[in-house]
């Protein structure tokens, strides 16, 4: 009799690190994610305009294992370096960041990256689990749908920390800690021009009320489409405030400001898109890795648990997966 697999919630970086980690091990895993596809905020969107990265713009590499990684993702084509026209915008003017820093982005999206990881595992979409329960000896999950799925051995818990705590009634302490962190929300709007705008800006740190961050979604190797499209982040705080604002009115308001900010003119977007991010980022860092009750078989990861960062998630799901197995 085969044994049971291990239940992973979540393919974002950290659900899928810790999963290719087991996997590598020797041990069965089956994936849980209630969206259509992998990635969580690494995710790219499909759209009229092309694949579209509107969470997680790029990410950078501090960590030896994470260098390793990357060195492989690199080699089998899932990323690659962005070296963008980079810039910062403070009280309205726009002026050349000297920030050198090495940025990797997915290729040819982000999504790659997740997909690669995710491979042949076995994996269920559109599947939104609602409850985590042990019996004597077994997990079982259940679904929004009121279906169960099981027999687990473990339990890997790899989402947003709000949803995280409540997935663990059967761990309070370790829902406690998944519930006093702080997520901050962000909404991501996307422009698109049928005319190329007539700037070298790639890539602006923006320091102002509504917006935190654009990027020319061209200037990241790989991208290419009809339109020039652009991706606006909003700041937490404008966020947070204007965060049951219909998408009608979060693109009119963020392309105002986009307007108001780039150095050249701006006509009406041929495509506009939006997104909402309740859970984008933590409020702060810690430094917890993962959590975990080896005693129950339930582990937790994110980049909630660490840095925030996409390292960040990937190491909190190396770390999760290397306790388990450690407990096996």
Sequence with gaps: MSKAPIAIIGTGIAGLSAARTLHDAGQPVHLFDKSRGSGGRMASKRSDAGSLDLGAQY????????????????AEGWVDQWAPNLYQAREG????????????????TMSAITRGLLGELPATFGCRITEVFRGEQFWTLVDASGASHGPFS???VAVPAPQAAALL????????????VAMEPAWAVSLGFATPLNTQVGGCFVQDDALDWIARNRSKPGRDGEFDTWVLHGTSNWSRQHLDLSKEAVIERLHGAFAELIDCVVPAPEFTLAHRWLYARPAQAHEWTALADAGLGLYICGDWCLSGRVEGAWLSGQEAARRLLENL
């Design 59 to 74: 990410f950078t590499a501090r960590d030896r294992r994470f260098n390793d990684a990357l060195r492989q993702w690199h």
């Design 154 to 156: 473990q339990v890997v």
């Design 169 to 180: 009634p059967s761990a309070p302490n370790l829902a406690a800690v998944a519930a006093s």
């Design 93 to 108: 003017q726009l002026t050349p960041s000297a920030d050198e820093q090495v940025r990797w982005v997915g290729t040819p």
